[in-house]
Nanobody
Framework: QVQLVESGGGLVQAGGSLRLSCAASGRTFSSYTMMGWFRQAPGKEREFVAAITPSAFRTYYTDSVKGRFILFKVSAKNTVYLQMNSLTPEDTAVYYC??????????????????WGQGTQVTVSS
């Protein structure tokens, strides 16, 4: 049974940092073709944040987080991390980890992902 477990959310002041973790189990880590982070703010649609290919180690970011967020993996721990720096109130949302085994996906399309975590709340105060 595949499980994605997020952790690391919390309350931080604007300009601060948080590191989110997504621990994957139930499948070989390298069997995922893509692992990503999405977020959903109250009253808004879920949006793509960042993604990484576990095997090829390519990363993708939405424009609003480029230069502030860093996505990386530790294969030995079957875990991907989202380091979030220079946070702003606009980053406030529930952050979800997602994974897929599909090939040739559109990275930012949530429908392409097969597995989802339960979400972790990130709140940035001004």
């Amino acid at each position: 049974q595949v499980q994605l477990v997020e952790s690391g959310g919390g309350l931080v002041q604007a300009g601060g940092s948080l590191r989110l973790s997504c621990a994957a189990s139930g499948r070989t880590f390298s069997s995922y073709t893509m692992m990503g982070w999405f977020r959903q703010a109250p009253g808004k649609e879920r949006e793509f944040v960042a993604a990484i290919t576990p095997s090829a180690f390519r990363t993708y970011y939405t424009d609003s987080v480029k230069g502030r967020f860093i996505l990386f993996k530790v294969s030995a721990k079957n875990t991907v991390y989202l380091q979030m720096n220079s946070l702003t109130p606009e980053d406030t949302a529930v952050y979800y980890c997602a994974a897929t085994t599909k090939n040739g996906i559109t990275v930012a399309n949530a429908l392409m992902y097969d597995y989802w975590g339960q979400g972790t709340q990130v709140t940035v105060s001004s």
